[in-house]
């Protein structure tokens, strides 16, 4: 399956700042994904990231707070915007590649805390 | 919205043991997978599962795809320590994109050496 490669690994913010995660895959995927898991929780799907278009948004999940790019089929970024603590969690990558249904593969994450 | 129900949220057992987790579905899914994650890691597959019925198996671990379609159960036989983890099972569901998965909460699994 394909590398993926997340960065930072992990970061503690301030409140009121924003981060940017990257997402490096080691080989063209169709699907990108972005997750969040707040602590001892399960994965929340926030959205899915669209090449050359904007990403579809779940419910509860908005551009503004997480702006998300995708510029090419190997690239993606997710930026969290004016952190609070309430957005300390762990953001997962995760990729489907190929055609027709294919499973997810997930990034290591990237452990956020917000001060 | 699609819901799934795992259980047991933990299991504490004995090095030796065999372990048997199960998730249940509100509605009919399509395709079942079971992740683990290990702490500070994200999850990994471990089995997918395509159509009702089936059975596979990944070393020492068996899965089943309900024929109801609307279930799933995860086996491990004789646990390691290295088991220790975050047992998820996921699905895409029927409806929407067959790409956007729901996780379960996910079952605790600790082994005792």
């Known amino acids: 399956s394909a590398v993926i490669s997340q960065k930072p690994s992990r970061d503690i913010c301030q409140r009121g700042t924003s981060l940017t995660i990257q997402c490096q895959v080691d080989s063209q995927v169709t699907m990108m994904f972005w997750y969040r898991q707040q602590p001892g929780q399960s994965l929340t799907l926030i959205a899915t990231?669209?090449?050359?278009?904007?990403?579809?948004?779940e419910s509860g999940f908005v551009i503004d707070k997480f702006p998300i790019s995708r510029p090419n089929l190997t690239f993606s970024t997710l930026t969290v915007s004016n952190m609070s603590p309430e957005d300390s969690s762990i953001y997962l990558c995760?990729?489907?590649?190929?055609?027709?249904?294919?499973?997810?593969?997930f990034g290591d994450g990237t452990r956020l805390s917000i001060l | 919205g699609q819901q799934l129900n795992q259980s047991p949220q933990s299991m504490f057992i004995q090095e030796g043991e065999d372990v048997s987790m199960n998730c249940t579905s509100s509605s009919i899914f399509n395709t079942w997978l079971w992740y683990k994650q290990d702490p500070g890691e994200g999850p990994v597959l471990l089995i997918a599962?395509?159509?009702?019925?089936e059975l596979t198996s990944n070393g020492r671990l068996t899965a089943q795809f309900g024929i109801t379609r609307k279930d799933s159960f995860l086996n491990i036989s004789a646990s390691i320590p290295s088991d220790v983890g975050i047992y998820f099972c996921a699905g895409p569901g029927s409806g929407g994109s067959n790409y956007k998965l729901t996780f379960g909460k996910g079952t605790l699994l600790t082994v005792n050496p």
């Open positions: 995760s990729v489907a590649a190929g055609t027709g249904y294919q499973p997810q593969h």
């Open positions: 990231a669209n090449q050359g278009s904007e990403a579809t948004y």
């Open positions: 599962l395509y159509k009702a019925g």
